[in-house]
């Protein structure tokens, strides 16, 4: 079993930025995948970024490349969302999720077996 944690979430004004955590604990190794979805009221839940647990290799989803970073810290077992640059549009829930790699698209949510409850980000303009 794996436990995430979701932190950091806030109010801020656009093109400011935030930074969002999540705390991984349990069984996580290195065939894990940790990722970032969020999903707005009345839309699905859509890909932000993904990063391999022992950070090899990450991707990001076209709308926040080159906005938003995600970084891992396995000493402190979090993995981080940085969000700068931030648009109303990116107002959402975040949540981070966890999944072992090659169960599916790393964008598919449906590849996630463990999710965190989320944290609400709202930009305003």
């Known amino acids: 079993q794996v436990q995430l944690v979701e932190s950091g979430g806030g109010l801020v004004q656009a093109g400011g930025s935030l930074r969002v955590s999540c705390a991984v604990s349990g069984r996580i190794d290195s065939s894990y995948d940790v990722a970032w979805f969020r999903q707005a009221p009345g839309k699905e839940r859509d890909f932000v970024a993904v990063i391999w647990w022992n950070g090899a290799k990450l991707d990001y989803s076209q709308s926040v490349k080159g906005r938003f970073t995600i970084t891992t810290n396995n000493a402190k077992d979090t993995v981080y969302l940085q969000l700068n640059s931030l648009r109303p549009e990116d107002t959402a829930v975040y949540y981070c999720?966890?999944?072992?790699?090659?169960?599916?698209?790393?964008?598919?949510?449906?590849?996630?077996?463990?999710w965190g409850q989320g944290t609400q980000v709202t930009v305003f303009s």
């Open positions: 999720a966890a999944g072992v790699r090659g169960l599916g698209a790393t964008s598919d949510p449906d590849g996630y077996v463990f």
